[in-house]
C-alpha cells in the first residue's frame, strides 16, 4: 500500500485544476443542497404544529450548530492534515490521522449526549419565558443530542472520504441521509402510516436516524472503496497526541469560528425576544432559508480543502493560487443568484413556512436587508477557506471573531435601541463589508507567501 501512495500521484496534483474543482467540489455541492433541502423542509413541517414549535426548533439551532461546528473543526483539521500527508507520501501520519479523527468524533458524541441529558431545558429558560416553547424546545434538543453519535459519525467519514478525493461517496451518503429524514419528517411529526404523531420530537428523531444511517453508510465506504487510509479498533483507540495536536491546530481555529456563529445566534435571540417571539421565528427561517445559497459554497469548499492543502504539501503555489481564483468565481456566482432570489421574492419565501402577517412584514423587511451582504460573505467564506488549508488559521479566526462578535451583536443591540426591529437587521451588511476588508488584507500576505515558495 506504501509503495502505491510513492509511486502514484493522487489526481489532486496532476488534474487540470478547473476539471479538478468541479470534480471534487459537485458531489459535494449536490450533497449540500440536498441537506438544505431536508434542513427546510424539516421546519416547513415543524411550522405545520404551530408557530411555537417553529420558533422552539429555531433556538436549538445554536446547539446544533455547535454539534456541526466541533464536529465540522475536527474533520477541517483532519482533512487538511491527510491531505498534507498524502501529498508529501506519508503512509503513516495519513493512517494515524484518520484513526485519530474518528476517537475524537467518539469524545465530542459523549460531550454533548451530557449537555442534552442535563442542559436542555436550562437552555431555553435562559431566552425566552414562554412555557410551551420551552416544552417543544426540551424535547427537540435532548433527542437531537443523546443520539448525536449519528452526527459526528456521518462528518468525520465524510471527511476522511473528502480528503482523499473521493467525494463522490459523501454525496451518496448525505444525500441517502437527507431523503430518509425528509421521508420520516411528516411520518413522525404527525404519525402517518399507523404511527403515533411524536410532533416536535417525531422531527428530531427523523433527524438522528438520517445521520446514523449515513454514518453507518460512511464508515462502509471507507472500508470498501478509501485505499489511501487503513481504519483499525486498535489504531482508534491508541492514543497519539501528536496528531491530535496536528489536528486542532487547525481544527480548534475551524471550531471556536462556527462555534461563534452559536453564541451569535444565542445573542440575537435574545435580542429578538424583545421585540416579538415572531422576530425569532424569522430569523430561524432566515436562516434555514440561506443554507440554500450558503451550503453549495460550503460544499466547494469541502473540495478546496484537500486541493489546497495537498498542492501546499507538494509544493506547488500555481496549482494554489488557479483553485482560489476559479473558488471566488463561483461563490460569487452563487451568491448573487442567492441576492437576486431573497430580493425579488421574500414574501414567496416566507410562505413556504405557513408564515403569518406578522411574520411576513417582520420577514420581508429582513430578507431583502440580510441579502444585500451575500457576496461580501462568499468572498470571505473562500478567503477563510484558503487560510485554514494551508496553515494560516488565525486569521480566519480574528476574521470570524471581529465579524460575528465585535461587530454584529454589539450593532444590533446598539440598533435595537431605536425600538425599530428593521435597524437591527442591518448589523448583518455591516458586519461582512468589515469581515471582506479584513479578507482582502490577509489573502495579499497569503499571496505573498506563496510567491516565496516558488
Not at 269 to 298: D, H, Q, R
Not at 309 to 338: C, E, Q
Request: glycine share 8%; net charge neutral; with cysteine.
Amino acid at each position: 500500500m506504501e509503495e502505491n501512495i510513492q509511486s502514484k500521484e493522487n489526481k489532486m496534483g496532476v488534474m487540470p485544476v478547473n476539471r479538478l474543482l468541479i470534480t471534487m467540489s459537485l458531489p459535494m455541492v449536490i450533497s449540500m443542497l440536498v441537506q438544505a433541502l431536508y434542513n427546510i423542509v424539516d421546519s416547513v413541517f415543524v411550522a405545520q404544529i404551530n408557530e411555537a414549535a417553529l420558533t422552539a426548533v429555531s433556538m436549538a439551532f445554536p446547539i446544533q450548530n455547535l454539534m456541526i461546528a466541533v464536529a465540522a473543526g475536527t474533520g477541517t483539521g483532519v482533512n487538511a492534515l491527510l491531505s498534507k500527508s498524502l501529498g508529501e507520501k506519508n503512509k503513516r501520519m495519513v493512517d494515524d490521522t484518520a484513526n485519530m479523527g474518528v476517537f475524537l468524533a467518539i469524545c465530542s458524541y459523549a460531550v454533548f449526549a451530557i449537555i442534552g441529558i442535563f442542559l436542555s431545558r436550562i437552555y431555553f429558560a435562559a431566552q425566552i419565558s414562554d412555557a410551551q416553547i420551552i416544552e417543544y424546545g426540551d424535547e427537540y434538543m435532548s433527542v437531537i443530542c443523546l443520539f448525536s453519535f449519528g452526527l459526528f459519525g456521518q462528518i468525520i467519514t465524510e471527511r476522511l472520504l473528502q480528503a482523499t478525493g473521493r467525494t463522490i461517496f459523501t454525496m451518496f451518503t448525505q444525500g441517502i441521509g437527507a431523503i430518509i429524514n425528509i421521508i420520516l419528517d411528516p411520518i413522525l411529526i404527525f404519525g402517518l402510516l399507523g404511527l403515533p404523531a411524536m410532533g416536535v420530537t417525531g422531527a428530531a428523531a427523523a433527524t438522528v436516524i438520517g445521520q446514523i444511517i449515513a454514518a453507518i453508510l460512511g464508515f462502509v465506504c471507507n472500508a470498501v472503496y478509501n485505499h489511501d487510509i487503513t481504519l483499525s479498533i486498535k489504531g482508534i483507540f491508541t492514543i497519539d497526541t501528536t496528531v491530535i495536536s496536528k489536528v486542532y491546530r487547525v481544527g480548534i481555529p475551524s471550531i471556536i469560528m462556527q462555534s461563534i456563529t452559536s453564541v451569535m445566534t444565542f445573542s440575537l435571540n435574545k435580542i429578538l425576544a424583545e421585540f416579538s417571539s415572531t422576530a425569532v421565528a424569522v430569523f430561524g427561517v432566515y436562516y434555514k432559508l440561506n443554507s440554500f445559497i450558503f451550503m453549495p459554497v460550503f460544499g466547494m469548499n469541502n473540495g478546496l480543502v484537500p486541493i489546497l492543502s495537498y498542492n501546499y504539501g507538494a509544493r506547488k503555489p500555481d496549482r494554489i493560487k488557479k483553485t482560489i481564483k476559479l473558488g471566488m468565481k463561483y461563490a460569487v456566482a452563487i451568491m448573487i443568484f442567492g441576492l437576486l432570489l431573497f430580493e425579488l421574492f421574500p414574501s414567496g419565501l416566507l410562505g413556504i413556512f405557513d408564515a403569518s402577517q406578522e411574520m411576513l412584514s417582520i420577514g420581508c423587511v429582513a430578507l431583502r436587508i440580510i441579502a444585500s451582504s451575500f457576496v461580501f460573505a462568499g468572498v470571505a467564506i473562500i478567503c477563510s477557506t484558503v487560510f485554514q488549508a494551508i496553515g494560516n488559521p488565525l486569521h480566519s479566526l480574528i476574521m470570524s471573531v471581529c465579524r460575528q462578535l465585535l461587530v454584529i451583536v454589539p450593532v444590533a443591540w446598539l440598533l435595537s435601541l431605536s425600538g425599530r426591529l428593521e435597524l437591527v437587521w442591518l448589523a448583518f451588511p455591516i458586519a461582512e463589508f468589515v469581515s471582506v476588508a479584513m479578507s482582502i488584507f490577509f489573502m495579499k500576505k497569503t499571496i505573498r507567501h506563496l510567491d516565496e515558495m516558488a
